[in-house]
């Protein structure tokens, strides 16, 4: 199987979130952002996951609350290619967390499946990938 494959029952994780020091369940924020937003995980670039973990240490280390429509003010979301997203800052607004956007290497290899049924609330899993181009 590809990481772009949908299943019933197969989900397609990357290994990113995992290597920068996510753990799974993912938090209400990020949890929230792929739910708003439609995203399968492995279509969310390296990228949107450093800004998502280092916002979930701001809200834990720091308590403030930063939410998920504070970022949509400061970024939009936008495809890479291939379906695959980024955060770009709108015009006239920083970039609110900086040097997120190193280039990842292999990135597109690196995820693995894990069986929905194995997952807790499975209900909540990505089952398809969001084409709509920008959200």
Not at 109 to 131: A, C, G, M, Y
Request: charged share 20%; proline share 7%; glycine share 6%.
């Amino acid at each position: 199987m590809k990481s772009d494959c949908v299943s019933d029952v197969w989900v397609t994780f990357p290994a990113t979130p995992f290597q920068i020091g996510f753990t799974y369940p993912f938090s209400t924020l990020t949890q929230g952002f792929f739910t708003l937003t439609g995203l399968c995980y492995i279509q969310a670039l390296p990228m949107v996951w450093r800004v998502l973990y280092t916002l979930e240490h701001i809200v834990e280390q720091e308590g403030i609350d930063i939410g998920l429509s504070k970022l949509s003010r400061l970024n939009n979301l936008v495809s890479h290619g291939s379906h695959h997203y980024l955060f770009k800052s709108k015009p006239q607004q920083p970039h609110p967390i900086l040097k997120t956007t190193k280039n990842d290497t292999n990135w597109r290899n690196q995820f693995f499946f894990v069986r929905r049924d194995s997952i807790p609330n499975e209900s909540h899993l990505p089952k398809k990938w969001n084409t709509d181009g920008r959200i």
